[in-house]
């Protein structure tokens, strides 16, 4: 509730900015009724003491934001007052913090990403027979087939999967705590003989 209030308080200080930057082309009665505030709010906002920032805490602020944006919104408040204490500014940990708050600095979780692809410049390039032709006229006449990885609390997991271009069905698909060339075995396994294992989708 306190945060809401919070927003709302900001939500209707635009609004006084705005009835005041209209001067005296408008009414002020009339200015707060088109913006939904009223007039005795208005005139206790105009009443409030202006806050007033120091340069060397608008120095602090555009800093924090430039590298923090520099670093594709990925530094927390641990690492930026590192790099703003490598810059010269005395904060602390508790005052990045409440500076990062203020900022509206929100730190995105990157996707973990896993280097799966390791080709030799001597591997044989196989001919393309596909010649991107993706829509074949009948069933089981194109397969396609691809590997992919999934992130779990117990490691990574990788996926083979083949498919028939046709009907977009899923014909096998087999799962590995290891990518090597048994992953793909087992799967041409599995979609000749449907029974070798329960890990047939069949």
């Known amino acids: ?95 990045v913090i409440g500076l990062m708050k203020r900022l509206g600095l929100v730190v995105k979780q990157r996707i973990p990403y896993k280097v799966t692809t390791k080709r030799k410049d001597s591997d044989a390039v196989a001919d393309n027979l596909l010649n991107m032709n993706f829509n074949p006229l009948g069933q089981n006449q194109v397969w396609a087939g691809d590997v992919s990885y999934l992130k779990t609390g117990e490691g990574w997991l990788y996926l083979a999967i083949v498919m028939d271009l046709f009907g977009r069905r899923i014909v096998g698909w087999h799962t590995s705590k290891r990518m090597t060339t048994d992953l793909i075995e087992h799967l041409a396994k599995l979609i000749a003989n449907p029974f070798v294992d329960n890990l047939s989708p069949f």
């Open 1 to 95: 509730m306190k945060k809401g209030f919070s927003v709302f308080r900001k939500r209707n200080e635009i609004k006084y900015s705005f009835i005041k930057s209209l001067g005296k082309q408008y009414p002020v009665v009339i200015s707060c009724k088109v913006m939904r505030v009223s007039k005795s709010a208005y005139y206790a906002w105009r009443k409030r003491p202006a806050i007033i920032i120091s340069a060397q805490t608008l120095n602090l602020h555009r800093r924090a934001k430039a590298l923090f944006e520099d670093s594709r919104d990925s530094l927390g408040s641990r690492e930026l007052g590192k790099k703003l204490r490598k810059e010269g500014f005395d904060v602390s940990r508790h005052s």
